[in-house]
């Protein structure tokens, strides 16, 4: 025969030292009436109600009430006492069992507010558990009696063993593609082992503690039940803390803080049992059964439950590790990709486009990418959506909108009542790079759709890989516009028109195409150059160099070179004594000069229509001469180049007519050296294409050679290119 007794203890300090009063004028009055042995379970038991009661009344803040119960066996004499501890604060979450050797927090400073409560539980009681109302929290224990009659069953009920045919399907848990569907079997099993209305299986994402991603359900309908039940929701009302818990009836009075037990019953469940999935001491997940009839449940069952979930908890935390592993690799791999490709362009809105493309469709549904001019003045958003059509309407969306400010809510903005555009969720990301804002990415997902967390964490390390190519690409377009500023400072403004001549030149620096080799400042200013100006009336100065090298050294010996030319020829000099003091000038830069190869010319048109030129060519290829009859040959002889020979190099002057009809061609060695493979194009190759010129003007020479050396290469050019064409006019 059993007998009980209650009380209830307000939440004050002093509810653990009535609690155990309570409990030991109870068992104390229950021994006096036959020998039970309950003086050996009274110190656990006392010990065990102050812990929980403490538990209640400081963890949980509420008052507590104490129900003692001494249980009778099979032969109905006394068998054990069970005492249960109850608070009226069912979503505030037990402290989990420590280990041993766990510390009470703030033990160390006596500051602490509870102590070993669960541990010593487990470790006392013979039996103890959990259990959850609408209205209050229930932990209870049990304590066997030694002097129980022989034969006396155990306390709780044994935990009833599977039968064979509800053995699980065998399953490789190395097999991460089958995990789902493996997940959705075991789920099945459960719901037709327990004969109720739908079980469901959630399993720890160990990027967020505290929070349960929903995987398997059966009896359910899909979607009917969130995805995801988010911390403290899911570590209070679905309880993390390593045991069993049954919940009676989900339906009445009372606050659903798990977004799951509210979905529960939504869908009319009202009883639900639970068991986590543990591994070494750590809860991966959870395993439910729920039924539409309230009370459906009891101990047993939660114990039962606890033993499938021992059953399959290694198997799918191997599984769930894999996959978690693959998954980061996966994302690995991803960011590698986009940073490569990212890295392929200097361009800045490049860059941005094909930033916008890896985030959708991979990340998002849409984006809208903001940046500002130098100015600061915003630039039009930079949208892409995963439906083309909708790419218009986006546009006009985000651009009413503004610039979206970070955590804004995705029901505020856009501004647009357009349902397709309108994001689950709004996720704003900064485009930063060395401290300095350089906009804002705006990543939207589809409606009633959130995003997962990895698939967040992904877009916050993609938006910094795309923040510092961009900012790369911003510093390149800025580096490349000084260049191009200097290397025009370098070449005349324009070619003069000069009477009884045709002119033309064409000019390419080196990294104009973007090639990889040829992004850095030396490259971007090249060492050729070209010049053309009057000396003295009927007398024009002609001019087509190389410097050694590349970059500002190159710049400086090129201006020096190009501004000197025209002093010393103005001051009435003849060509080689011009190309002398030019020597020495280089020369006197000591260090910082570089030698030149230069081909100068001084030209004088004649009354017959030819033209006269005083030629020298200093370590530079002569210039090529195509005769009116289609005949190609060289021009002058060669001659030391210059920034080299100290003194006087000797430079004389080799004397040219271009009758009327013929054509010169000055090139530099980025036309001669032009590669394909093995092969090189050479004077000789220069001299084929410039004998198929013999009809054309200096411009269609010019641009004729420029296509003929493009094409023979296999790649871009990879070095500067400057051509000069003169053409004697035509006799009338």
Not at 369 to 395: F, M, N, Q, S
Not at 495 to 513: K, L, M, N, S
């Amino acid at each position: 025969m059993s007998q009980s007794r209650a009380a209830q203890f307000a939440a004050a300090p002093d509810a653990a030292n009535r609690a155990r009063r309570f409990v030991r004028e109870t068992l104390t009055e229950w021994g006096k009436s036959a020998d039970y042995g309950l003086e050996t379970v009274l110190d656990d038991a006392l010990l065990l109600t102050s812990e929980l009661v403490t538990n209640a009344v400081v963890h949980a803040g509420t008052s507590a009430s104490v129900h003692c119960e001494l249980r009778p066996g099979a032969d109905g004499a006394p068998a054990g006492i069970r005492v249960e501890v109850a608070d009226r604060h069912p979503s505030k979450p037990l402290p989990a069992p420590g280990a041993p050797e766990t510390t009470p927090p703030g033990a160390e400073t006596g500051e602490a507010e509870h102590g070993y409560g669960l541990y010593l539980t487990t470790y006392l009681a013979d039996s103890w558990g959990v259990q959850y109302s609408r209205g209050a929290k229930q932990v209870w224990f049990e304590l066997r009696l030694p002097g129980g009659p022989a034969g006396a069953p155990d306390v709780l009920p044994p935990v009833p063993a599977a039968e064979a045919a509800d053995d699980l399907p065998q399953w490789d848990p190395h097999s991460i593609e089958e995990l789902d569907e493996h997940l959705r079997g075991v789920a099945e099993h459960i719901r037709n082992l327990f004969e109720m209305e739908s079980a469901v299986i959630l399993l720890a994402q160990e990027d967020a503690p505290g929070t349960l991603r929903l995987r398997a359900t059966a009896g359910l309908r899909a979607g009917s039940l969130p995805s995801v039940t988010q911390s403290p929701s899911a570590a209070s009302r679905i309880d993390l803390s390593a045991f069993p818990a049954v919940y009676p009836d989900l339906i009445g009075p009372g606050d659903h803080s798990s977004a799951l037990l509210a979905a529960l019953a939504d869908l009319g469940l009202r009883s639900l049992a639970t068991a986590p999935l543990t591994v070494g001491g750590r809860t991966t997940g959870l395993i439910a059964v729920a039924d539409h009839a309230p009370g459906r449940f009891g101990e047993p069952d939660a114990l039962r439950l606890a033993a499938e979930a021992e059953r399959i908890a290694l198997t799918v935390e191997t599984a769930r590790l894999a996959e978690a592993g693959q998954s980061r690799r996966a994302a690995l791999s991803f960011l590698a990709e986009a940073g490569e490709l990212l890295a392929g362009s200097l361009d800045p809105e490049r860059t941005l486009a094909l930033a916008a493309q890896l985030l959708v469709p991979s990340l998002a549904r849409w984006c809208a990418i903001y940046r500002r001019e130098e100015t600061g003045r915003p630039k039009p958003p930079l949208v892409w959506h995963a439906d083309e059509e909708l790419h218009d309407a986006l546009a006009e969306a985000v651009s009413a909108s503004g610039e979206p400010a970070p955590g804004v809510d995705g029901a505020l903005w856009p501004a647009t009542e357009a349902a397709d555009l309108r994001p689950g969720e709004l996720l704003v990301l900064p485009l930063e790079a060395r401290g300095r804002p350089l906009g804002t990415i705006a990543l939207a997902t589809a409606p009633a759709v959130g995003f997962a967390r990895d698939a967040a964490d992904l877009a916050w390390d993609l938006a910094r890989r795309i923040s510092v190519t961009y900012d790369a690409a911003l510093s390149y377009a800025e580096l490349r516009r000084t260049a191009n500023l200097l290397q025009s400072s370098l070449l005349p403004p324009e070619i003069p028109r000069v009477a009884g001549a045709d002119i033309a030149v064409f000019y390419h620096p080196a990294g104009q195409d973007g090639a990889i080799a040829d992004r850095s400042y030396e490259t971007l200013v090249g060492g050729d150059f070209y010049d053309v100006f009057e000396i003295r009336q009927g007398c024009w100065g002609l001019a087509i160099g190389d410097v050694c090298g590349t970059g500002p050294q190159a710049a400086a010996v090129t201006g020096l070179a190009r501004h000197a030319l025209r002093l010393l020829a103005r001051e009435g000099l003849r060509p080689s004594t011009v190309l002398h003091r030019l020597n020495q000038a280089i020369l006197d830069e000591g260090e910082r000069g570089r030698f030149l190869t230069l081909a100068y010319a001084e030209a004088e048109p004649q009354p017959d229509g030819s033209l006269s030129l005083a030629l020298i060519c200093a370590g530079h290829p002569p210039p090529l001469i195509l005769r009116a009859d289609g005949l190609v040959e060289t021009s002058a002889s060669s001659q030391p180049l210059l920034g080299v020979i100290d003194g006087d190099p000797g430079f004389h002057i080799d004397t040219v007519v271009l009758r009327p009809g013929d054509a010169l061609l000055g090139y530099t060695d980025g036309a001669s050296e032009r590669r394909h493979g093995g092969h090189m194009l050479g004077d000789e190759g220069l001299a084929r294409m410039f004998a198929d010129c013999k009809a054309l003007s200096a411009a269609g020479i010019t641009a004729r050679i420029q296509r003929g050396v493009e094409r023979f290469g296999d790649g871009p050019l990879s070095d500067d290119m400057a051509l000069l064409a003169l053409k004697a006019a035509p006799a009338r």
